[in-house]
């Protein structure tokens, strides 16, 4: 079936099925179980576009499905939550403190993450889910490291409330590995105070090179989890396993043949719709550079030279809004687009007396994805920077929340987006 269109199901305790989104389904009757969340008579559930769903019947069941476009829904001969994701649930249920789950992109990380935070919830102990995966974010916008503790069981990630988050800014952990390495530990601690017993941290699909092996060994040597699970369609990580091999403990689990494999584009629409739906109803607000502190950037940093702002000039053919150095590098900007000669001109001059020379047009930075901070440095939001102007102090960013009271760091990230929240272009790590 491949349409949109309504459709009542019966499935017998015991059989099983699988739903591809977007669609929604009620439970009329009888009981299922969704990544083994338990899903009774009169409650509803949207399934999100391009995501696959196991569905359980734990009762006789009747419910109620409409599909949307691509969708599909199809019965399932087998149990879709293998046996050895049933017993590695079971076995975490045993332990406390973090559980770490690696695999390739694809693997069913994030779905056996939410069974298993289902699966220990049905047993009354108080679970967390740490969601590193910044390009394909379960929890949380994309770019950050979300974390939430569940109050109760969820059979789809979208619902699940966003407790905490850690910026990184970037739809890969690639030229960002301290920020993904600190920020995993620190949403994962906070879980802890917060009254969690397991953590369980989902990773980034990232598992072949040497900054995944750099990153996957930080991370673990980091979080000194009580359990690796590591999902395997063959042996794809048995290189990051072996060095934990006999000093933390590893779960090995197969990925079923059912997970679904998706495409780059599929993962990178599920991004931009991930965040344009973040950024839905979000409105300019403007912030005094004077009071809030840039972080992940040279600007604002450094002290001013008038007489070096005044040779610039003389180069360029106008004024820059600011130029500063700090020991042998210098961060000059214009609160304009440069011509390309200009530009080049003003590089090569500071290139002859200084080490590192950055020189930023802010009309350039439109677009930037942002992360704000409270002066506690807990995250407040992301947001898309919308103009920033050195020579008046003044940082306009759209964000969905009211009140930029509350606002002390300004976090900047790589990617730039589009009013919709589609990737148009990025920086590099360093650039600004
Ligand atoms: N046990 C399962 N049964 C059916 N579908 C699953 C199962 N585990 C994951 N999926 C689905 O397969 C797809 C890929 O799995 P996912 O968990 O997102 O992989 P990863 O997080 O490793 O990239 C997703 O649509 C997911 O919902
Ligand atoms: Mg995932």
Same mark, same amino acid.
């Given at each position: 079936?491949?349409?949109?269109?309504?459709?009542?199901?019966?499935?017998?305790?015991?059989?099983?099925?699988?739903?591809?989104?977007?669609?929604?389904?009620?439970?009329?009757?009888?009981?299922?179980?969704?990544?083994?969340?338990?899903?009774?008579?009169?409650?509803?559930?949207?399934?999100?576009?391009?995501?696959?769903?196991?569905?359980?019947?734990?009762?006789?069941?009747?419910?109620?499905?409409?599909?949307?476009?691509?969708?599909?829904?199809?019965?399932?001969?087998?149990?879709?939550?293998?046996?050895?994701?049933? !017993? #590695?649930?079971? %076995? $975490? *249920?045993?332990?406390?403190?973090?559980?770490? =789950?690696?695999? /390739? @992109?694809?693997?069913?990380?994030?779905?056996?993450?939410?069974? !298993? #935070?289902?699966? %220990? $919830? *049905?047993?009354?102990?108080?679970?967390?889910? =740490?969601?590193? /995966? @910044?390009?394909?974010?379960?929890?949380?916008?994309?770019?950050?490291?979300?974390?939430?503790?569940?109050?109760?069981?969820?059979?789809?990630?979208?619902?699940?409330?966003?407790?905490?988050?850690?910026?990184?800014?970037?739809?890969?952990?690639?030229?960002?590995?301290?920020?993904?390495?600190?920020?995993?530990?620190?949403?994962?601690?906070?879980?802890?105070?917060?009254?969690?017993?397991?953590?369980?941290?989902?990773?980034?699909?990232?598992?072949?090179?040497?900054?995944?092996?750099?990153?996957?060994?930080?991370?673990?040597?980091?979080?000194?989890?009580?359990?690796?699970?590591?999902?395997?369609?063959?042996?794809?990580?048995?290189?990051?396993?072996?060095?934990?091999?006999?000093?933390?403990?590893?779960?090995?689990?197969?990925?079923?043949?059912?997970?679904?494999?998706?495409?780059?584009?599929?993962?990178?629409?599920?991004?931009?719709?991930?965040?344009?739906?973040?950024?839905?109803?979000?409105?300019?607000?403007?912030?005094?550079?004077?009071?809030?502190?840039?972080?992940?950037?040279?600007?604002?940093?450094?002290?001013?030279?008038?007489?070096?702002?005044?040779?610039?000039?003389?180069?360029?053919?106008?004024?820059?809004?600011?130029?500063?150095?700090?020991?042998?590098?210098?961060?000059?900007?214009?609160?304009?687009?440069?011509?390309?000669?200009?530009?080049?001109?003003?590089?090569?001059?500071?290139?002859?007396?200084?080490?590192?020379?950055?020189?930023?047009?802010?009309?350039?930075?439109?677009?930037?994805?942002?992360?704000?901070?409270?002066?506690?440095?807990?995250?407040?939001?992301?947001?898309?920077?919308?103009?920033?102007?050195?020579?008046?102090?003044?940082?306009?960013?759209?964000?969905?929340?009211?009140?930029?009271?509350?606002?002390?760091?300004?976090?900047?990230?790589?990617?730039?987006?589009?009013?919709?929240?589609?990737?148009?272009?990025?920086?590099?790590?360093?650039?600004?």
């Amino acid at each position: 079936m491949n349409s949109s269109e309504r459709m009542n199901i019966n499935l017998e305790k015991g059989r099983s099925a699988l739903l591809v989104g977007p669609a929604k389904l009620m439970v009329i009757k009888g009981a299922l179980s969704i990544f083994g969340a338990t899903l009774r008579g009169a409650t509803s559930f949207a399934a999100i576009a391009g995501r696959q769903y196991p569905i359980v019947a734990l009762e006789d069941s009747e419910f109620v499905i409409s599909l949307g476009i691509g969708s599909r829904f199809e019965r399932f001969d087998r149990d879709p939550i293998p046996s050895d994701w049933r !017993a #590695a649930a079971e %076995l $975490i *249920s045993r332990l406390s403190g973090t559980i770490v =789950v690696l695999g /390739d @992109v694809d693997a069913g990380k994030s779905g056996f993450t939410l069974y !298993a #935070a289902n699966a %220990l $919830i *049905s047993k009354g102990r108080r679970v967390a889910i =740490v969601d590193t /995966d @910044v390009g394909q974010s379960d929890i949380g916008p994309p770019g950050t490291i979300g974390m939430s503790i569940l109050d109760k069981q969820y059979p789809s990630y979208p619902d699940v409330p966003l407790t905490d988050a850690y910026f990184i800014g970037d739809k890969s952990p690639v030229g960002h590995l301290l920020p993904m390495v600190v920020g995993a530990r620190a949403v994962a601690d906070k879980a802890l105070a917060l009254g969690a017993d397991v953590v369980i941290v989902n990773t980034t699909g990232l598992v072949h090179g040497g900054v995944a092996a750099a990153l996957k060994y930080n991370k673990i040597e980091n979080l000194r989890p009580a359990l690796i699970v590591a999902l395997q369609r063959e042996s794809e990580i048995e290189h990051l396993l072996k060095p934990h091999e006999g000093y933390f403990t590893i779960a090995r689990l197969k990925t079923p043949s059912h997970v679904a494999k998706r495409g780059r584009e599929e993962r990178a629409e599920f991004r931009s719709l991930r965040m344009g739906h973040y950024l839905m109803s979000s409105k300019v607000v403007t912030l005094d550079l004077r009071s809030v502190t840039l972080l992940n950037t040279s600007i604002g940093y450094g002290e001013r030279d008038a007489a070096l702002e005044s040779a610039i000039a003389a180069v360029a053919g106008c004024a820059p809004s600011s130029a500063t150095k700090d020991g042998k590098s210098v961060t000059v900007t214009f609160d304009i687009l440069l011509h390309p000669a200009a530009f080049s001109r003003t590089l090569e001059m500071l290139k002859a007396s200084f080490d590192q020379a950055r020189v930023i047009c802010t009309p350039k930075l439109r677009g930037l994805l942002v992360g704000l901070l409270n002066f506690k440095r807990e995250f407040l939001c992301v947001g898309v920077l919308d103009e920033m102007r050195i020579s008046d102090g003044k940082l306009k960013i759209r964000v969905p929340i009211s009140d930029p009271s509350k606002v002390k760091y300004v976090s900047m990230g790589y990617l730039i987006l589009d009013e919709y929240g589609n990737e148009v272009a990025s920086i590099r790590p360093g650039e600004i």
